[in-house]
C-alpha cells in the first residue's frame, strides 16, 4: 500500500512539474523568442527602407475600386505604433493571419484594404503569448492614435469606437464600411481585433479607427508620437 501511495505521489509531483514548466514556457519563453522576432522583422524592414529598396502605398484617392496589393504572404510591411499602449510599443504588420505569421508580429487581413486607402485596413493580434502584442487592448479609447509607417509615409489613424466585443464568426466587423462601427458611407478605416478573454478565444474585441492625417517620412514623427 505504501509504494501504491509513494508512486502515485511521485505521478503528481511529476506532472505538477510538467505542468509549472509548460505554463512557464507559454508565458515566459514564447514571449522572448516572439520579442526576438519581432525586432528582427522591423530591423529587417528598417534596412530595406534605407537602401530606399521599398514599394510606397498607392496615394489615397477617392475612389473605392481596390488596388493590387503589393504585400507578399507572410512578409512584414509597415510598423505600428500605439502610444496608448506605450511610446516604446511597436509591432511590425505582416501580410496574412495564418498562425505562423502572428507569431511573428501582427497580421493584415488578406482582401482588406491596403495601409491608407479607401477601404478597411483590418489587422489582427495576440492578446497573451507570442509577444502578447495586444495585452492592453481594452485601455484603448475614442481619440485614442494608431500610427503606421509603410517607409515613405506616417499614416495616422484615430479611433471612433470600441474595444467592441463580438464573436469570432462576426466577420462583418472587416467589411469596408464594418456595419457595427458607426460608420454610414465609404471612407478609409483600420479595424484592430484581438482574442477575448486574455487566456480564451470565445469572443474578439474590435476597435475601428478612421485615417485622420498623413505625412511623408522626411517631414519627421507625427504630433501623435512626439513626447
Not at 475612389?63 to 505604433?81: Q, V
Not at 481594452?138 to 485614442?144: A, M, N, S
Not at 462583418?172 to 481585433?193: C, M, N, Q
Request: glycine share 10%; proline share 7%.
Amino acid at each position: 500500500m505504501r509504494v501504491i501511495v509513494r508512486t502515485v505521489s511521485e505521478l503528481c509531483i511529476t506532472v505538477g512539474t510538467v505542468i509549472v514548466l509548460f505554463v512557464g514556457y507559454v508565458l515566459f519563453w514564447t514571449g522572448v523568442k516572439a520579442d526576438h522576432v519581432m525586432d528582427d522583422q522591423i530591423d529587417q524592414l528598417q534596412q530595406q527602407w534605407s537602401r530606399g529598396s521599398v514599394q510606397p502605398t498607392a496615394t489615397p484617392s477617392a475612389s473605392s475600386a481596390p488596388a493590387p496589393t503589393p504585400y507578399r504572404s507572410g512578409r512584414p510591411f509597415a510598423i505600428m505604433y500605439i502610444p496608448r499602449l506605450g511610446f516604446t510599443w511597436n509591432k511590425p504588420v505582416l501580410e496574412g493571419t495564418a498562425t505562423g505569421t502572428l507569431k511573428k508580429g501582427l497580421g493584415h487581413y488578406a482582401g482588406t484594404a491596403q495601409l491608407g486607402q479607401t477601404g478597411n485596413f483590418s489587422v489582427a493580434g495576440h492578446r497573451r503569448t507570442y509577444g502578447d502584442p495586444f495585452k492592453d487592448f481594452p485601455e484603448l479609447r475614442g481619440g485614442d492614435a494608431v500610427v503606421l509607417t509603410d517607409g515613405t509615409t506616417w499614416f495616422t489613424y484615430r479611433i471612433d469606437k470600441g474595444p467592441y466585443k463580438t464573436v469570432p464568426t462576426d466577420v462583418e466587423v472587416i467589411d469596408p464600411v464594418p456595419r457595427k462601427s458607426g460608420y454610414t458611407r465609404a471612407g478609409r478605416y483600420l479595424t484592430l481585433t484581438t482574442c477575448d478573454p486574455e487566456w480564451g478565444h470565445s469572443h474578439r474585441l474590435i476597435v475601428w479607427a478612421h485615417l485622420d492625417s498623413t505625412q511623408p517620412v522626411e517631414a519627421g514623427k507625427p504630433e501623435a508620437l512626439r513626447r
